[in-house]
């Protein structure tokens, strides 16, 4: 089953800050995070790992409830290069993931 | 920096003709997998393959099948295209490692498929 990203869509200016969030209704190894740009492959950003760490890319983080199988990406003073749709992953066993639906964001000058 | 490509960008066929898309990878990878994407849909696994003549279904393997001789490559097999298979195709790969989910999936551009 799917995991439920939220929200579908975005738009923000430049500088303004943003949460997707990723909701699984099964128990997870790890949340993987992926960007995609129009046209291009996705391009993978960052994994949680089960044990509710948070990780953090620049200004691009993310955090991993494992209790509630959540995990949300948090990014901070967004730049024209956020823009794109991203992709939570989840794993449940083996290396297969799971893809959510992908939350379209928009970063406007 | 690894690559995976894919055969084709873009690629038109006719109903019930036999589609072959190709990937391959030059990280030896152990895992491959293809997915398609649609609008709304995100990304969903069709099949994935551990090993070199392995492969598993995916969550919707019906009306493709997939060969994975060598394990550089991985090719989706349409034994009949039908129009409802039209989609954007999409091949990764990634290294198995004893503790799950610490290997991220690396993908190639992709196949966009047009059925006729």
């Known amino acids: 089953q799917q995991p439920v990203q939220s929200p579908q869509a975005v738009i923000l200016r430049e500088g303004e800050d943003a949460v997707i969030n990723c909701s699984s209704s099964?128990?997870?190894?790890?949340v993987h995070w992926y960007r995609q740009k129009h046209g291009e492959a996705p391009v993978f950003l960052m994994i949680?790992?089960?044990?509710?760490e948070q990780k953090g890319h620049d200004k691009i983080s993310a955090s991993f409830n494992e209790k509630k199988q959540q995990s949300s990406l948090y990014l901070t003073a967004s730049q024209l290069s956020y823009s794109g749709t991203y992709f939570c992953?989840?794993?449940?066993?083996?290396?297969?993931?799971?893809f959510g639906e992908g939350t379209q964001l928009t970063v406007n000058p | 920096d690894v690559k995976v490509t894919q055969s084709s960008r873009y690629l038109v066929k006719r109903t019930g003709e036999k589609v072959f898309l190709e990937c391959v990878q030059d990280?030896?990878?152990?895992?491959m997998f293809w997915y398609r994407q649609d609008p709304g849909l995100g990304l969903r696994l069709i099949y994935f393959?551990?090993?070199?003549?392995?492969?598993e279904k995916g969550d919707i393997p019906e009306g493709y099948s997939v060969s994975r001789e060598k394990k550089e490559r991985f090719s989706l097999i349409l034994e009949s295209a039908s129009t409802n298979q039209t989609s954007m195709y999409l091949c990764?790969?990634?290294?198995?490692?004893?503790?799950?989910?610490?290997?991220?999936?690396?993908f190639g551009d992709g196949t966009r498929l047009s059925i006729l």
């Open positions: 099964k128990a997870l190894y790890s």
């Open positions: 393959s551990y090993d070199v003549k392995m492969k």
């Open positions: 949680l790992l089960k044990g509710g």
């Open positions: 992953g989840t794993e449940t066993s083996g290396s297969r993931l799971t």
């Open positions: 990280m030896d990878h152990e895992n």
């Open positions: 990764a790969s990634s290294f198995t490692t004893t503790y799950p989910g610490n290997q991220p999936q690396h």
